[in-house]
C-alpha cells in the first residue's frame, strides 16, 4: 500500500484519519482583534478587525472531508505517527517493536529508531539467521545474493538503529523523516523476502499438479 508522508503544504499525502493517499485542501485562518459589531458588515468585519494566524495552517482530505491542523508547520492533530502500517505479513515478534516504534516516534525519533533495529535482528531470526550479532546476521543474510537494494536497506536500519543507541554518534533528535524511512525500510525488506514468496506460493498453487513441473530425479 503507498504510503506517502505528510508534510506541510503538500497537496497530497497520506491523510492521518482514513489512511488514503488523497489530495489535501490547505486554508488560513483568521482571529479577531474584537468583538464583531451588528452595526458592520461580515466583511468589512474581517478587513478591518481580523488577521491571518501566519503559523497556523488546517489540511481538508479530499477523500474522507476530515482536518489535519498544521502549528509552524508541525501537524498537532490528529496526534498519531503518521508512519506506514505493518506489512500483513510481519512476523508478530517484529510487529510488536514496529508498533510500540510508531507510538513514540513522534516524541523520540531516537528512540524508535533503536527500537526498529530491535525489530530488524528479530526479523533475520525469524527469517533463520540466529547466530552472531546483527552485523553478522545481516552479512550472512545479504551474502546469499539477495540484491544490493535490500542489502542497502538493512544496512541503513542497523547502521542508524545502532547510532541511535550510542549518544553522540547520530543526533537524530529532530530528525522524524530518518524515523519515518526506517519504518518503510523494515517493510520493503518484509515485502520482499516474506511477501513476494507468499504472492508466488499462490499463484503456483492455483496451476493443477498434473500441470507443474515435475523435478527430475
Not at 525469524?126 to 547466530?131: P, T
Not at 514468496?197 to 498453487?205: A, S, V
Request: hydrophobic share 30%.
Amino acid at each position: 500500500m503507498e504510503y506517502v508522508t505528510p508534510k506541510f503544504n503538500k497537496d497530497r499525502f497520506t491523510c492521518p484519519h482514513c489512511n488514503t493517499v488523497a489530495h489535501q485542501h490547505w486554508a488560513n485562518h483568521i482571529r479577531a482583534n474584537k468583538e464583531i459589531s451588528t452595526s458592520k458588515s461580515a466583511q468589512d468585519y474581517y478587513i478591518k478587525y481580523s488577521y491571518y494566524l501566519s503559523d497556523f495552517k488546517s489540511a481538508k482530505c479530499e477523500y474522507c472531508d476530515k482536518y489535519s491542523l498544521w502549528i509552524k508547520e508541525k501537524m498537532i492533530y490528529p496526534r498519531k505517527a503518521n508512519v506506514p502500517e505493518p506489512n500483513e505479513d510481519m512476523p508478530e515478534s517484529v510487529k510488536k517493536d514496529y508498533v510500540e516504534a510508531s507510538k513514540i516516534v513522534n516524541d523520540s525519533p531516537r528512540s524508535a529508531c533503536a527500537l526498529l533495529r530491535v525489530a530488524l535482528e528479530k526479523l533475520m531470526i525469524e527469517l533463520g539467521y540466529k547466530k552472531g550479532n546483527l552485523y553478522e546476521k545481516i552479512n550472512n543474510f545479504v551474502g546469499e545474493d539477495k540484491g544490493s537494494d535490500l542489502e542497502h536497506s538493512l544496512t541503513s536500519v542497523r547502521v542508524i538503529g545502532n547510532d541511535c543507541v550510542h549518544s553522540g554518534v547520530l543526533d537524530i533528535k529532530d530528525k522524524k523523516p530518518i524515523a519515518v524511512a526506517l519504518f518503510n525500510i523494515i517493510n520493503y525488506i518484509i515485502e520482499d523476502t516474506i511477501t513476494k514468496k507468499r504472492k508466488i506460493d499462490e499463484i503456483y498453487n492455483i496451476i493443477p499438479d498434473s500441470k507443474k513441473l515435475k523435478k527430475s530425479s
